[in-house]
């Protein structure tokens, strides 16, 4: 016979198992594939410059020989009603949640573009050089 176990912590996670999946499910928005986990994206979307670009990537990085699939989603999102600029990242293996971070940027688009083009620039290359984009060894590929 199995005695039934309880306790604050297992019905904390008995409750977190039975949240609505939609929270963390990816959902679009503009055309744009959003983290579930991004709770923010709800009142913002993934900023667009004057010329139609949008500001997100899909980054994946494999090596076989060392165990290694992993993604890497960068994007820039704008408040849908004010002027407020956040940066969300979220990386991890493939197939898990990952970690994320969310850095809001207030009203300076400058620093905030600033920061989403050194940050692709360190996981990639420049990011002026995305349609034309070559793989470089040790760094990530664009696959989205």
């Excluded at 198992?17 to 991004?38: H, M, Q, W, Y």
């Excluded at 989603?73 to 704008?78: A, G, I, S, V």
């Amino acid at each position: 016979m199995i005695t039934p176990v309880s306790s604050p912590l297992i019905e904390k996670y008995k409750k977190r198992l039975s949240l609505p999946e939609s929270i963390e499910k990816p959902f679009v928005k503009n055309g744009c594939t959003i983290d579930g986990r991004a709770y923010f994206a709800k009142y913002s979307s993934v900023f667009t410059d004057k010329d139609g670009t949008l500001y997100q990537a899909h980054l994946g990085f494999s090596d076989i020989s060392r165990n290694l699939n992993n993604f890497y989603k960068l994007q820039l999102f704008k408040h849908d009603k004010k002027e407020e600029y956040y940066l969300y990242r979220s990386w991890g293996r493939i197939g898990t949640p990952g970690g994320l971070k969310l850095e809001c940027f207030n009203k300076d688009i400058d620093r905030a573009l600033k920061e989403f083009k050194r940050i692709f620039f360190e996981k990639t290359d420049l990011w002026e050089n995305r349609k034309n984009f070559v793989k470089h060894p040790c760094l990530h590929d664009i696959i989205g």
